[in-house]
């Protein structure tokens, strides 16, 4: 792996994101960035249940072209892919490979494991960290990313969402301090090339000052 690393989140700013910064350095993505047309990530990480049950085969698919890690037991259903345990505390794992912290997202997954790779520079992009204050805010890149993922909370009432999402914000605050933390602890540096991101934890950069 080299120096530089691109963490791609699905934020709805991704859409505008040029395909070749994308492949311009090794990546990571999760989820549903299957759904950005002509790209595949170095890495690819799955470790919510509802999203893997509603979309099966496309992330066989992917696991036949790259390396993907899937949260046990549900890889047992992804053939080629690779285990990997997830506690429910926001906690910094240095052996990812064993257990993550689960940190309110996929992003401090990714992060954990970007933590314990050769990377000394970590980008963000399409980390646009607006989807907690409203149950209505656009929050993927893909009009079609949620589409048949069947989450329970997505059956409450508002105001029992944005108590879920504001407790959601909370975890991801505590989570992104620590990567901050830990980065630099281990000597390597995270720059958010998310333009318009709500996240302030993060330095924050252009991209195409890295293009």
């Known amino acids: 792996m080299t120096d530089e690393l691109i963490i791609v ?12 910064f994308l492949k311009s350095r090794p990546s990571f993505g999760a989820n549903g960035i299957f759904y950005f047309d002509g790209f595949t990530p170095s890495v690819y990480f799955c470790f919510d249940q509802a999203f893997l049950i509603a979309n099966q085969e496309p992330i066989r698919d992917v696991a036949t072209r790259t390396a993907a890690y899937i949260r046990r037991p549900w890889n047992e259903g992804i053939p080629g892919s690779r285990p990997v345990c997830r506690v429910p505390e ?5 052996a990812p490979l064993d257990w993550t912290g689960s940190g309110g997202s996929i992003t401090f997954t990714m992060l954990q494991f970007a933590g ?7 980008f963000l992009v399409g980390f646009d960290y607006d989807y907690f204050d409203s149950p209505s805010t656009p929050d993927h890149f893909h009009p079609d990313y949620m589409k048949g993922v069947n989450h329970p909370f997505y059956k409450e009432t ?3 969402q ?19 933390e830990n980065f630099k602890r281990l000597g390597k540096e995270i720059i958010n090339l998310t333009p318009g991101s709500q996240c302030d934890i993060f330095v924050k950069g252009d991209i195409e000052d890295y293009a």
């Open 9 to 20: 989140c699905n934020g709805p700013s991704l859409a505008e994101v040029d395909l070749s």
């Open 162 to 180: 944005l108590k879920y999402w504001k407790r959601m914000k909370e975890l991801c605050n505590q989570g992104n301090k620590m990567v901050v």
């Open 90 to 94: 926001t906690l910094w794992s240095h």
């Open 158 to 160: 508002e105001t029992r």
């Open 116 to 122: 314990a790779s050769d990377a000394k520079k970590v």
